[in-house]
């Protein structure tokens, strides 16, 4: 079975960095993405990166694009999320998760950044993530 451990979450002040990390393990897909969503109280969900295994391509939300750099570390099945300038507006619960990509679609810029917003279908526990002012 698919896991995913996300760690590396806590307090920091704005303007400050942080940087998460997510090891996954039991993934069988050929090609596939590991994501990084968050949630904070009371708000939806919202997809703020990826990045395909396959070929290394990234994809990053709007409210993230410029601040944060997502990376993979493929021998440690490891993918890490720099957070550069944070905002109080970033606090939330941050998660990681993969799914497949079938292969016709592998380098699809549109495929991925749908598949960001829509969200992924397996999950591991989040890490709390927040910004003071």
């Known amino acids: 079975d698919v896991q995913l451990q996300a760690s590396g979450g806590g307090l920091v002040q704005a303007g400050g960095s942080l940087t998460l990390s997510c090891v996954y393990s039991?993934?069988?897909?050929?090609?596939?993405?590991i994501g990084w969503f968050r949630q904070a109280p009371g708000k939806e969900r919202e997809g703020v990166s990826s990045i395909s295994i396959t070929d290394g391509a990234t994809y990053y939300s709007d409210s993230v694009k410029g601040r944060f750099t997502i990376s993979s570390d493929n021998a440690k099945s490891t993918v890490y999320l720099r957070m550069n300038s944070l905002r109080p507006e970033d606090t939330a619960v941050y998660y990681c998760?993969?799914?497949?990509?079938?292969?016709?679609?592998?380098?699809?810029?549109?495929?991925?950044?749908?598949?960001?917003?829509?969200?992924?279908?397996?999950w591991g526990k989040g890490t709390q993530v927040t910004v003071s002012s």
């Open positions: 039991g993934v069988t897909f050929e090609h596939y993405t």
């Open positions: 998760a993969v799914e497949r990509v079938p292969k016709e679609y592998v380098g699809n810029y549109h495929y991925h950044l749908l598949q960001l917003k829509l969200g992924m279908d397996n």
